[in-house]
């Protein structure tokens, strides 16, 4: 029988603090209504918080591999049977849930009418944020792939994540610039075609592969890792500080010399650009180092420990919340300033923290389709 993994709490606090990243990118959506925005508000709430949603990838493998080692045995149907319940079950009720609500609002049920509902569960187009859970079942379904890759990839681990991050960056490139305009001139007779491909971000899990071999090699190796961190470290915050300025002079750039608008900016200086993917790594993995190594008090340890603990709860309530907010803030007239935009921030997260915590208490039976537990 094969022992128990020590728990990591570093885990637990990146999973909130990229939660934090994704609650960011979507109120950075209702900060852009602003004709007068703030340029660097949004260089935080749209570019730094980019390495959220594929940092959630990163964990997610981790927390796979963590726990079940390539090395060890493997249960296909048990582990499906497992994710199911932890993410397809909520992944529909949430689904259906936020259809309800903007049907209700917008007095059309048609969303939920059979067809509709089919096309939006594939898709994840129910609420801007679900399509990340679709992406992740097409992971889990592919698990056998990834564990075989992982096992190669163990054998010669830096040549084959370079060699990897490369070819990322190569697929994102022409996904994200390239891509739809060839679909556009050769697919526009072909609806159905054509939308399967203009709806690739929203499933093509081809997108984040590297970052969660990288989530998956971490765990298999985390005392190696953790390691090289130390042993590197300056290098490592170097790497990341210049990670950093390289996405914010990309985003300066395209709007100084390019004359993009902010949302242009946007758009191109994304999760998915060369800069992007380099940023993400390494956000990621400095963000790991210093919750690994920097010393807390009990009451940080405390905060990032629930945060970390209801993420996912606050991941599947915090656009309801956004939305009640943004209404109320319509109904009074209130613009998005950046004082207006950081209080909206933060009543999101307090408001979809208490969510979960109410949900916790419902009766397993319920609850389970509700957080998948």
């Not at 990591?8 to 990229?18: A, H, N, Q």
């Not at 190796?221 to 990341?240: A, D, N, P, Q």
Request: hydrophobic share 50%.
């Amino acid at each position: 029988m094969a022992m128990k993994k020590a728990f990591l709490p570093e885990i637990t606090y990146m999973r909130g603090l990229c939660m934090l990243g994704v609650i960011g990118i979507h109120v950075g959506s209702y900060a852009l209504q602003n004709p007068f925005v703030n340029l660097e508000l949004i260089s935080v709430l749209e570019i730094l918080s980019r390495f959220g949603v594929p940092a959630f990838f990163f964990l997610s493998a981790f927390g796979l591999f963590y726990h079940t080692s390539v090395e060890g045995p493997f249960s296909y149907k048990e582990f499906m049977h497992r994710r199911i319940q932890v993410v397809l079950f909520p992944y529909i009720t949430w689904s259906i849930f936020y259809l309800l609500y903007t049907g209700v609002t917008a007095h059309n049920l048609g969303n939920l009418h059979p067809g509709p509902l089919a096309i939006n569960l594939l898709f994840g187009t129910s609420m801007y944020h679900l399509y990340f859970m679709v992406i992740l079942l097409w992971f889990y379904v592919m698990m056998p792939l990834w564990r075989a890759m992982v096992k190669v990839i163990l054998k010669r681990p830096i040549f084959w994540m370079v060699l990897l991050f490369v070819i990322q960056v190569g697929i994102d490139y022409v996904s994200s610039y390239m891509l739809g305009r060839w679909v556009t001139e050769n697919l526009s007779n072909q609806p159905v075609l054509k939308y399967l491909f203009d709806m690739r971000l929203n499933y093509w899990v081809i997108h984040y592969v590297w970052i969660f071999l990288l989530g998956a090699v971490c765990a298999e190796r985390y005392e190696i890792v953790c390691e090289y961190m130390w042993r590197y470290r300056y290098l490592l915050g170097i790497s990341v500080v210049s990670s950093i300025l390289l996405m914010l002079g990309s985003y300066y750039y395209v709007m100084d010399v390019w004359h993009y608008t902010v949302l242009e900016a946007i758009y191109t200086v994304h999760q998915m650009s060369p800069m992007g993917v380099l940023y993400t790594g390494l956000g990621t993995m400095f963000s790991l180092f210093l919750f690994q190594t920097l010393p807390m008090n009990v009451t940080m340890e405390s905060i990032w420990s629930e945060i970390g603990d209801k993420s996912y709860g606050i991941y599947l309530t915090h656009p309801f919340w956004l939305l009640i907010i943004s209404a109320v803030m319509a109904k009074y007239n209130l613009l998005y300033t950046v004082v207006n935009v950081l209080v909206m921030y933060a009543m999101a997260l307090a408001l979809s923290y208490l969510t979960t915590v109410g949900f916790n208490y419902l009766p397993k039976s319920i609850r389970k389709f509700v957080l998948g537990h």
